[in-house]
């Protein structure tokens, strides 16, 4: 069974920096792609970024690429959200997701494996 487990939010300033992490157990061929979401309370879960466990291939939401770099290492089970120039706008709870492939458009239907998530909370 996969499972995710998200690590590493917290409370920062404004323009500060944050790492975030999602270590997955039980990955099979349906969980190749994982991808970080954040959701902010009363609107819809937004895509950050994904990558292919396998390529190391990744997408960016077009907002996010810049500030927020994902990577992984592979012999940890680790996928990681670099996540710089923090804004209040990045306030939310940050979650770890994985899905059987990758693809530009960071959608949370095509995901069916989610952590719990891990709030990262900016203030001015």
């Known amino acids: 069974q996969v499972q995710l487990v998200e690590s590493g939010g917290g409370s920062v300033q404004a323009g500060g920096s944050l790492r975030l992490s999602c270590t997955h157990s039980?990955?099979?061929?349906?969980?190749?792609?994982v991808a970080w979401f954040r959701q902010v309370p009363g609107k819809e879960r937004e895509g950050v970024a994904n990558?292919?466990?396998?390529?190391?291939?990744?997408f960016y939401t077009d907002s996010m690429e810049g500030r927020f770099t994902i990577s992984q290492d592979d012999a940890k089970g680790t996928v990681y959200l670099q996540m710089s120039r923090l804004t209040p706008e990045d306030t939310a709870m940050y979650y770890c997701?994985?899905?059987?492939?990758?693809?530009?458009?960071?959608?949370?239907?095509?995901?069916?494996?989610w952590g719990q998530g891990t709030q990262v909370t900016v203030s001015s």
């Open positions: 039980g990955v099979t061929y349906d969980s190749r792609c």
């Open positions: 990558i292919d466990r396998v390529s190391g291939f990744n």
């Open positions: 997701a994985a899905g059987p492939y990758c693809d530009r458009h960071i959608t949370s239907a095509d995901y069916r494996y």
